[in-house]
């Protein structure tokens, strides 16, 4: 069942998200593509990741611990 939900976050993804890799990375999501989504890091750097190491979505309420 978590593995539906993570699939179902990952194909969801749109620009503009705030993400979290497996790696760590927080970042936000400029393009999405088949399999792989273009981050920017702060503006600073801009990577391509695989969308499968996308762990999880940040929401405004999560953001803010």
């Given amino acids: 069942k978590q593995r539906k939900e ?18 760590g990375i927080v970042a936000k999501v400029v393009r999405v593509k088949d399999s792989e989504v273009v981050i920017d890091l702060d503006g600073s750097a801009r990577m391509t990741v695989l969308k499968s190491s996308v762990l999880q979505r940040i929401t405004d309420g999560a953001d803010k611990k």
Avoid: S
């Fill in 6 to 23: 993570e699939e179902k976050m990952r194909n969801e993804l749109a620009e503009g998200d705030r993400i979290v890799t497996t790696a």
